[in-house]
Nanobody
């Protein structure tokens, strides 16, 4: 199965920032829309945000809007999740995923490739 690889997770104090990266040596992610999800202990995986293919339009869940930003590098080989003003409730394993859907989708089932996740822990 094609794998994406996330990196950049870690431990940060509340109010701090982290930047997560997502890349793949197998999947041409510039040809896919990319999503970020997260899963906290004992909770379901939840949608964080999405960046379109082509025009790089972004969309965010209300819980992170204004604090998180998704972008691609100029070569379109890496997708980033910049997380600012982090809160303890942002603590979770963060996953990137790729979808061929033309429209923004928050449904995990619409994504065809996933990373294994990176842990983000925000201390109070």
């Amino acid at each position: 199965q094609v794998q994406l690889v996330e990196s950049g997770g870690g431990l940060v104090q509340a109010g701090g920032s982290l930047r997560l990266s997502c890349a793949s040596s197998e999947l041409p992610i510039d040809l896919y829309a990319m999503g970020w999800f997260r899963q906290a202990p004992r909770k379901e995986r939840e949608f964080v945000g999405h960046i379109n293919r082509g025009d790089d339009t972004t969309y965010y869940d209300n819980a992170v809007k204004g604090r998180f930003t998704i972008s691609r590098d100029d070569a379109k080989t890496t997708v980033y999740l910049q997380m600012n003003s982090l809160k303890p409730e942002d603590t979770a394993v963060y996953y990137c995923a790729a979808t061929s859907h033309q429209l923004i989708t928050a449904q995990p089932a619409d994504y065809v490739a996933w990373g294994r996740g990176t842990q983000v822990t925000v201390s109070s």
